[in-house]
C-alpha cells in the first residue's frame, strides 16, 4: 500500500510537470493566441498544451498509469488539459486527497469531437449517408467534357472536386465547375469545388525531342506468326483518338474522301521495309484500318493508294507528335544539371563508345542554385532515381548516380526534383499562383497552397486573399522536411483564417523525411492537427494500382483502411477512377466501426460466443 501510494504521488508530480509546462508555452504564445479567429482560440491553446505535453517521454509514464489500471493518456490529442487533470484528480484520490482539478477554457472530449466535426463540415461540406470520412477526388481533364463521368463520381461517394491548376486552363476548369454544379444542384449536400495552387514545382526541363515516327508491333506467337495486326486509326484530326488502338495516322480530309472500306494504303517506312496497311471500315469522319507488318512510318511518308489491286493515287500523311525521349541512367553514372533552360539530352560517344559528352539536363527553378551545396543529395521522378551532388558551378551541377533501378532509371522532362537536405528559398506563392487565384477565388470553395514551407508562406496567401475580399477556405499542403518541422507554426498562422485544413502529401514528403521515416511523419501530422481539432487529408497513392489499372494491391488495401483516420482521403486521377471511389466508399464504412481518428473501436464480433470468426 505505501509503495502504491508512493507510485501515485510519484506520478502526481510528473503530470504537475507537464501542466506547468504546458501553462508556460500558452503564456510565452500569448501573442499567437490573440491573433487567433475567435472560432479557433480553444483549439489553438489546445495545440499549444499538446506541444507541451510532447516535449515530455511519455513511455514511462503511461507504463506506470496501465500497472495502476489508470487511463494512459492515449488518445488525449484533442482534449489535452482536460485529459491531465482527470488523471491528476484520480491520483488525488488515490493519495486520499478528495479534491478536483479544474480549469480554464477546457475543451472535454465530447467538445472536442464536436469542434472537429464542425471544422470539417465547414471546410469539406456534408459528408456521405453512413460514412464519415469525405472522399476526394482529382478530376481528369475528360471530366469537361463527360459529364456522365461527373455524374457517376457523385453517385458513388466523391464529396469534393479536386481540380489541380498545374494542369489545363481556366477555360477547361470552368466546364469541370459547370458540370459538378449542374451534377449536384439537386442534391442539398452539394459537392465542393477545391483549387490546387501550382506552386514552385521543381522538375525537370524540357528534353530534345524524339523523331516523329509511329511504330507498329503486332503481336506474335512463339514461332513469329501474327496473331494480332496492329489496329490502327486514320482521320484528319487524331488530337483525341478512340481508345485501344496501336496507332493514329493524320491524313487530309481532301485525301480521306478517296479512301473506302477494302482499300490497301502502301508504303516504304523509315527501315526500307514494304508495308500494307488494310483498311477494314469507316467510323464517323475516320477510318479502321490494320497492319499485318512490323514498322516504323514517320511524318511526311508518301503512301500509294490502291483499290482493287490497282494504284489510283498517292497519299501524303500528315505529322506524328515526336516521341518522348528520356536519359539512361545506371548507379555510378554521371549526370549534369542545367541552370539555364537548355533542352536535355543523352550522352554521347564516339566510334569507338567511348563517352565523349555526359547527359544533362535542366530544372524549372534555376533560382536552387543559389542554395544547393557539394554533398546534398538530390531525387528525380518520386525518388526512383537518387544522386549526390558532387560539383557546382554558376551555369550547372555535376551529379553522381548513386541508386537507380537494377535495368537503369529513365529520366524524362517534367519530372519532380527533390532537394531535401538543401535550404532551398523558395516562396508558396507564384506568378502564376497569383494569377490563377481571382479564378479560384470566384468558383472554388477551397485554395489549396502547395510547398508551405513556413508561417511567410500562409501569410502571403491570406494577404492576397485580403485583396480580393476573400472568404475561400484554405489547405496547406504539407510535403517537405521544412514544412513538417515548422506545422505548429504554420497551423497557428493559418488559424487566423477560417476554415483551414492540412494535406498530407505523402509522394513528395516520403522522399524529404525518408521512406523509413514516412509512416511516423503521417502519424505525427495526424496527431497534431487533431489537437488544433484541424480536419485534414491524406493524399498520395491511395488506390492508385486500381485507379489506373483496375486492381488493387493488398497493400493499397491496407493502406485505404488506415486513412479512415483522417477526415478526407484524396483519390488522384486514372482510367478506373469510379472503381476507385466505389471500393474506397466501402473500405472507409467498414473501417469506421473500428477506428475513430486514434481511438481503437471494438464492435460486437460476430460468433465470438462460438470462439471463432
Keep these: 500500500m505505501i509503495l502504491r501510494k508512493k507510485k501515485t504521488n510519484h506520478l502526481r508530480l510528473q503530470i504537475d510537470r507537464i501542466i506547468k509546462e504546458a501553462l508556460q508555452l500558452e503564456e510565452a504564445s500569448a501573442k499567437e493566441l490573440s491573433l487567433i479567429h475567435p472560432l479557433y482560440k480553444k483549439s489553438a491553446l489546445n495545440l499549444i498544451h499538446y506541444m507541451a505535453f510532447r516535449n515530455f517521454s511519455l513511455n514511462k509514464i503511461q507504463e506506470e498509469l496501465s500497472s495502476l489500471g489508470l487511463p494512459t493518456l492515449n488518445n488525449v490529442e484533442g482534449h489535452v488539459m482536460e ?12 493519495n486520499g486527497c478528495h479534491q478536483v482539478e479544474t ?8 467538445k472536442a469531437s464536436h469542434i472537429l466535426d464542425k471544422n470539417t463540415k465547414a471546410l469539406f461540406g456534408f459528408k456521405s449517408k453512413k460514412r464519415r470520412t469525405r472522399i476526394m ?8 467534357t463527360d459529364k ?24 477547361i476548369w470552368k466546364l469541370m465547375i459547370s458540370n459538378i454544379i449542374e451534377k449536384s444542384k439537386n442534391n442539398k449536400k452539394a459537392c465542393k469545388i477545391m483549387m490546387d495552387l501550382s506552386g514552385p514545382k521543381l522538375r525537370t526541363g524540357l528534353m530534345q525531342p524524339g523523331p516523329e515516327v509511329l511504330c507498329l508491333k503486332p503481336r506474335k506467337n512463339n514461332v513469329g506468326v501474327v496473331e494480332q495486326p496492329s489496329r490502327l486509326w486514320l482521320s484528319s484530326d487524331i488530337s483525341n483518338p478512340p481508345k485501344n488502338i496501336d496507332g493514329a495516322i493524320p491524313i487530309k480530309k481532301q485525301w480521306l474522301d478517296f479512301i473506302k472500306k477494302g482499300d490497301l494504303l502502301k508504303c516504304i517506312d523509315s527501315s526500307g521495309k514494304n508495308i500494307t496497311i488494310n483498311i477494314t471500315s469507316k467510323c464517323g469522319d475516320g477510318y479502321w484500318a490494320e497492319c499485318f507488318d512490323s514498322a516504323y512510318i514517320t511524318s511526311g511518308t508518301r503512301f500509294s493508294l490502291h483499290k ?12 506524328f507528335t515526336p516521341i518522348e525521349t528520356y536519359i539512361d541512367l545506371n548507379i555510378g553514372d554521371s549526370l549534369i544539371l542545367d541552370k539555364n533552360p537548355i533542352l536535355g539530352e543523352n550522352g554521347k560517344y564516339n566510334e569507338k563508345g567511348k563517352l565523349i559528352t555526359l547527359p544533362h539536363i535542366s530544372c524549372t527553378l534555376p533560382e536552387v542554385f543559389e542554395d544547393i551545396q557539394v554533398g546534398d543529395p538530390i531525387f528525380f521522378d518520386d525518388g526512383k532515381i537518387e544522386g549526390v551532388i558532387k560539383n557546382i558551378s554558376k551555369k550547372k551541377a555535376l551529379i553522381k548516380i548513386i541508386n537507380a533501378s537494377d535495368r537503369g532509371g529513365k529520366l524524362r522532362q517534367d519530372k519532380g526534383i527533390n532537394l531535401p537536405e538543401s535550404k532551398l528559398r523558395i516562396n508558396g506563392l507564384t506568378v502564376k499562383d497569383k494569377k490563377d487565384l481571382p479564378f479560384i477565388n470566384k468558383w472554388a470553395d477551397v485554395v489549396s497552397l502547395s510547398f508551405v514551407n513556413s508561417v511567410e508562406d500562409v501569410k502571403e496567401l491570406t494577404e492576397e486573399l485580403k485583396k480580393l475580399k476573400s472568404d475561400l477556405g484554405i489547405i496547406l499542403k504539407i510535403e517537405t522536411k521544412k514544412g513538417y518541422g515548422n506545422l505548429p507554426k504554420i497551423l497557428l498562422q493559418a488559424m487566423q483564417s477560417y476554415p483551414i485544413g492540412v494535406m498530407i502529401a505523402r509522394g513528395d514528403l516520403a522522399i524529404e ?4 521515416n514516412i509512416a511516423t511523419v503521417q502519424e505525427e501530422i495526424l496527431r497534431v492537427c487533431e489537437a488544433a481539432h484541424i480536419p485534414n487529408i491524406l493524399a498520395t497513392q491511395v488506390l492508385e494500382n486500381l485507379a489506373k489499372k483496375g486492381t488493387p494491391s493488398r497493400a493499397e488495401i491496407t493502406d485505404a483502411a488506415f486513412a479512415q483516420r483522417a477526415e478526407c482521403v484524396m483519390l488522384n486521377k486514372g482510367y478506373h477512377i469510379q472503381k476507385a471511389v466505389k471500393l474506397l466508399d466501402i473500405i472507409l464504412k467498414k473501417m469506421q466501426y473500428y477506428h475513430k481518428k486514434m481511438e481503437t473501436i471494438l464492435p460486437k464480433l460476430d460468433n465470438s460466443n462460438k470462439l471463432t470468426l
Excluded: Y
Aim: hydrophobic share 40%; aromatic share 4%.
Design 513 to 516: 523525411t525518408g521512406w523509413k
Design 148 to 171: 456522365s463521368l461527373v455524374r457517376n463520381l457523385l453517385l458513388k461517394g466523391m464529396n469534393s472536386a479536386r481540380i489541380n491548376c498545374a494542369h489545363d486552363n481556366p477555360k
Design 103 to 110: 480549469g480554464k477554457d477546457i475543451i472535454t472530449i465530447k
Design 83 to 94: 485529459s491531465l487533470l482527470a488523471i491528476k484528480t484520480i491520483l488525488n484520490f488515490f
Design 137 to 144: 477526388v482529382t478530376l481528369p481533364t475528360t471530366a469537361a
Design 308 to 319: 482493287k489491286n490497282k494504284q489510283i493515287k498517292e497519299i501524303k500523311i500528315g505529322c
